[in-house]
């Protein structure tokens, strides 16, 4: 049985902005990739250590709104595929499901 674990991971990821149109307000498709090292501790007293690289990705629809040359908003629905699993001889952990993504996004150009 495990008594502790600790979790860790960094990454990255990119993601792109397409506008169906050169108006002011528009509509937009935005698809995202993500990726990162993950790490777990099973059992901290014995140190026995997990790793793996987990990755997310999605697409999302939305519409975004400029109110002057600098505040824009832009709201969005989508779908994300999430798989953040550790592997091991221990079995498998982590998360590994699709998600609907709610996109709110407020910029502010200097």
């Known amino acids: 049985m495990v008594d502790e674990t600790d979790v860790t991971g960094i990454g990255g990821g990119i ?3 397409f506008f169906f149109s050169a108006q002011k307000n528009s ?13 777990s501790t099973n059992d901290l007293s014995t140190n026995t250590k997990f790793s793996d690289i987990g990755y997310a990705g999605g697409l999302t629809l939305g519409y975004e709104w400029n109110f002057d ?34 996109d709110i996004i407020v910029g502010y150009r200097l």
Not at 27 to 39: C, K
Not at 72 to 91: D, F, M, R
């Open 69 to 102: 040359s600098q505040f824009t908003l832009k709201l969005g629905l989508g779908l994300e595929h999430w798989q953040y699993q550790i592997k091991s001889n221990q079995g498998t952990a982590g998360h590994l499901a699709q998600f609907s993504q709610v």
């Open 27 to 39: 509509f937009y498709i935005s698809p995202f990739f993500r990726v990162a090292q993950i790490g």
């Open 15 to 17: 993601r792109s902005f």
